[in-house]
């Protein structure tokens, strides 16, 4: 296990000038190797300039291992053909993710990877600072192909917990939720210009939190804070605080989100599920903190929840959040 108890994120997003296996084009997918796990993307039918926009996770050891990227067309009556292959390795990623960067400005290009004879890079890959996350954009050349090159941007998901405490959490984990702070609506009042507003999650031991939001009742989150879950049952509390500099931050209402209509679609077979289909709708009640109607939906691969939460214990406000489940290799 790395020093930085985690896994990585692997949004794959796009390829750009495959190779043709076929007289319409090709019908390509990736698939990654590390170790002894192995992920792969959806099908793209009939494109060498495919478009996936989905993220494959694998659990990572060592950051100095290199993960393997292979190509194929998928093919119904023989084997599926190779479109070529790449390795790229996180070391770079990891040595930022280590620094434990903050009050840093969005967008901020915090490392640059030039491509070199001992790597795949297509092109420069910066390491940038994006909305409280460190994440790494890379273009990979394809070897073994007489064209193509693929897309793909990498994020460090870290797991609440020191590394002697996480041994425990993995042993009866079941996934891990991200849970996308989008944005508050109409909150409270704390102070005559208005409020400091900031986000606590909690769920067990593990308590994260959002970045603090000056002079606003509306303000705008956008930031992803990822809990282990190895009791899918319980619920995760939410509440919003008044930063205060001088005195205790004042409670500005709080919330439950059930994960347990998330858990129930979990198991289905999204292979025939067209992309943005609502799988589910969950409508406000008396047991559960819903403004309006929650979708869950098959989005970019993945299983994901829209939530708008109603705050408790409060005069008024709501919050925005996403949910979407990810997946641990090896775990069911």
């Not at 790395?2 to 084009?25: C, E, F, I, Q, Y």
């Not at 023989?78 to 070391?91: L, N, P, V, Y």
């Not at 891990?176 to 102070?191: P, S």
Request: hydrophobic content about 40%; charged content about 25%.
């Amino acid at each position: 296990m790395s020093d930085l108890p985690g896994v990585l994120s692997v949004r794959v997003l796009r390829g750009v000038n495959l190779v043709s296996r076929d007289a319409t084009g090709s019908d390509p997918y990736v698939v990654l190797h590390l170790d002894n796990q192995k992920v792969k993307t959806s099908v793209i039918k009939k494109t060498v300039n495919p478009v996936w926009n989905e993220d494959l996770t694998l659990a990572v050891k060592d950051p100095a291992t290199p993960i393997k990227l292979e190509v194929f067309d998928k093919d119904t009556f023989s084997k599926d053909d190779r479109m070529g292959d790449a390795e790229f390795d996180i070391e770079a990623l990891m040595q930022i993710v280590k620094m434990d960067l903050e009050d840093i400005s969005s967008g901020t290009v915090v490392r640059t990877v030039r491509p070199g004879r001992q790597c795949c890079l297509a092109d420069e890959s910066h390491i940038i600072w994006e909305n409280g996350q460190i994440v790494q954009d890379m273009l990979l050349k394809l070897r073994n192909v007489e064209t193509g090159v693929v897309h793909l941007q990498l994020k460090w998901v870290h797991i609440p917990g020191t590394k002697q405490q996480l041994i425990p959490i993995m042993d009866g984990l079941v996934g891990l939720l991200k849970v996308r702070v989008v944005r508050g609506i109409n909150l409270a009042y704390r102070d005559a210009r208005g409020s400091d507003p900031y986000v606590v999650l909690r769920l067990g031991k593990q308590k994260l939190k959002t970045s603090v939001k000056k002079r606003s009742v509306n303000p705008i989150w956008h930031e992803e804070l990822t809990l282990s879950i190895t009791n899918p049952t319980a619920p995760i509390k939410l509440e919003v605080f008044d930063k205060d500099t001088f005195s205790r931050d004042d409670p500005m209402g709080d919330a439950e989100i059930d994960l347990e209509p998330l858990m129930e679609v979990l198991n289905m077979d999204p292979e025939n599920i067209r992309n943005g289909t609502v799988i589910r709708t969950i409508r406000p009640c008396n047991q559960n903190c819903l403004a309006d109607e929650s979708h869950l939906c098959w989005r970019n691969g993945k299983f994901v929840q829209d939530i708008i939460l109603r705050l408790r214990n409060v005069e008024s406000g709501e919050l925005q959040i996403q949910l979407q489940w990810v997946k641990i290799p090896g775990k069911h």
